[in-house]
């Protein structure tokens, strides 16, 4: 099979205000793949995310989606994307289903009506999620793994096809959190979505991603996890003070 790429990341930096915070980074994605990013507080991982969606401009270098710089419609419906602590931001009154339907409004547009079409993607969201039997309830009762399952299927809503997940774990117990990326493995596995996921949970990367891409403002290293999830690397990444445990690795 041919190897398509979604994502070319290419001689990317960029700064705030002059301060730099990525610097000449280079790699590109499979369609398919499973890639895990870590890196310490502050190395740029989210700033990465924002420039792939196109929500910032990096200062030099491009990246392309499917090989287009810019997509004609906006890179949004491509890509779902899950923001770091989305689960926790959740203090306004609105159902589950509004919630994952507001997913949909990338594709849709702020004023169209929901087409037949547009609705069963709504549905199939909910449905792979498993959070049908939620749509009535609003978002603030539901506990952090149900949560999360919600603004997974807000992601799925626009039929993405890639899935863009920055530390989707925090705030959720440890079972609600193996039964999540158990379900993540089986949207890339049977579904194709690949799937971009920052942790700071190295156990979690090791174990779940098939590469993995190491990010301290510059990119320390980029490959199978087996070969760089070790001490060698990881106190390189994290400095000299790291302690060291893989489980079961
Ligand atoms: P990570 O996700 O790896 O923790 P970030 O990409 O969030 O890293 O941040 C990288 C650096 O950029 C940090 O030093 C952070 O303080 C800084 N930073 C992030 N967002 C902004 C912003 N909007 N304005 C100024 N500095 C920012």
Known sequence: ?????????????????????????????EEGEYLG????NGGGKTTLFKIILGLLKPATGEVRIYGEPEPRFGRRHIIGYVPQRAMA???????????????????????????????AAIDRAMEITDVTRLKKRLIGELS???????????ALASEPKILILDEPDVGVDVTSQEKF???????NRNLGITVLLIS?????????TKSVLCLNRKLVCHGSPKKFINEEYMQELYGKKVKFILHGH
């Open 181 to 187: 990326y158990t379900f993540i493995e089986d949207l």
């Open 89 to 119: 931001e959740v203090y306004f009154p609105a159902t589950v289903e509004e919630i994952v339907r507001s997913g949909r409004t990338a594709r849709l547009g702020l004023l169209k009506r929901a087409s037949k079409d547009d609705r």
């Open 200 to 208: 700071h949970d190295i156990d979690v990367v090791a174990h779940q």
């Open 37 to 40: 990013i870590i890196g310490p």
């Open 1 to 29: 099979m041919t190897k398509v790429s979604c994502i070319e990341v290419r001689d990317v930096s960029f700064n705030y205000n002059g301060n730099p915070v990525l610097e000449n980074i280079t790699f590109t994605v």
């Open 144 to 154: 952090g793994g149900e949560r999360q399952r919600v603004f997974i299927a807000r």
